[in-house]
């Protein structure tokens, strides 16, 4: 947990907020995840004291894969999620954007798995085909069908409680 990190402690509850891209390259979309883990998520991070959700997203994607000049095109949706992980109960607000990139980053051309340049992060990235999402292991599992409706100009809003 970063210092600015919008990541709070209330009674047996973390309250975090995250912004997300959606990357979108020839019908596949960008996923990210730590090397341990079994899930992928869309690529971001947490949201900072007095940083908004946009700069949050081009932050993170330089410091995740070098990007420098991304593009913020619209909010794509805002969710909030209920969900257990290491044994730590949280209740999450998540702003997702859908995002354009410059093309001058190699593995943003590539369709294998490939490292993120943060080292202390251990991050891997991989497309997925936006038509075989349902099968894909991606988290949170509302993503598969927001993702589906892509081209909706409707900001969706959302609440999903993982069981």
Same mark, same amino acid.
């Given at each position: 947990? +970063?210092?600015?990190? &919008?990541?709070? *402690? #209330? ?8 912004? @997300?891209? &959606?990357?979108? +390259? ?6 990210? +995840?730590? /090397?341990?883990? /079994?899930?992928?998520?869309? !690529?971001?991070? *947490? ?27 619209? @909010?794509?949706? #805002?969710?909030?999620? =209920?969900?257990?992980?290491? /044994?730590? $109960?949280?209740?999450?607000? &998540? ?23 943060? /080292?202390?992060?251990?991050?891997? =990235?991989?497309? =997925? ?7 894909? !292991?991606?988290? !949170? ?11 909706? $100009? ?8 993982? +069981?």
């Amino acid at each position: 947990m +970063k210092e600015k990190d &919008i990541n709070v *402690k #209330i009674y047996d509850y973390i309250l975090n907020c995250r912004a @997300v891209a &959606i990357i979108i +390259k020839n019908n596949k979309i960008l996923f990210q +995840k730590r /090397k341990q883990d /079994k899930f992928w998520a869309l !690529p971001g991070g *947490k949201i900072r004291i007095d940083e908004t959700g946009e700069e949050a997203i081009k932050r993170e994607l330089n410091e995740e894969l070098g990007i420098e000049n991304s593009c913020i095109k619209r @909010v794509h949706s #805002i969710s909030e999620y =209920f969900f257990t992980f290491n /044994k730590n $109960k949280y209740h999450q607000y &998540i702003f997702a954007y859908i995002v354009e990139t410059n093309n001058n980053n190699n593995n943003l051309l590539e369709n294998k798995e490939f490292k993120g340049i943060e /080292k202390t992060e251990n991050l891997l =990235f991989k497309w =997925f085909d936006i038509d075989l999402l349902y099968d894909a !292991p991606i988290k !949170p599992d509302f993503l598969k069908q927001n993702l589906k409706e892509i081209n909706n $100009k409707e900001i969706i809003f959302n609440t999903y409680i993982e +069981k």
